[in-house]
């Protein structure tokens, strides 16, 4: 990475770790050196990483490069919009109360339950057989 990138915020949803990279520009997402579109083919999951971008109303205004790794799609998504709200806060910080209302600066802490042994799953028992 060069120093041209100005703002930086690490996020993190699920097992998803997303390093979000900002800087003055026209608009272009890059996510593990693909498009935007390219990795994040369903709509709901595009909308959902953009989100604190669409509150302050600076869609079009920034270059974007993220580096994202772990979990799946959704995690990555959520780790994305928490990492572009930190970069955000790099930018001004005088949007943090807007972004800190709907919640865009809160790290999800929903896990995975681990399993439990005599157990299939975190909760599920093994079928129990009638004769």
């Known amino acids: ?46 909308t959902h990483a953009l989100e604190p971008l669409r509150e302050i109303g600076k869609e079009r205004e920034f270059d974007i490069y993220v580096n994202v790794k772990g979990g799946g799609l959704s995690g990555q998504a959520g780790a994305i919009r928490l990492g572009i709200a930190r970069a955000l806060l790099q930018y001004d910080p005088e949007l943090r ?13 929903r896990m995975k339950e681990r399993k439990k042994y005599g157990r299939m799953k975190a909760r599920r028992l093994y079928q129990s057989s009638k004769r």
């Open 1 to 46: 990475m060069e120093n041209k990138w100005l703002y930086y915020g690490t996020g993190r949803r699920k097992t998803a770790v997303a390093r979000v990279w900002m800087k003055p520009g026209e608009g272009n997402i890059v996510v593990n050196k693909r498009s935007f579109e390219d990795y994040f083919p369903r709509e709901i999951w595009r």
């Open 97 to 109: 109360p807007a972004l800190k209302k709907k919640g865009y600066l809160t790290r999800d802490p």
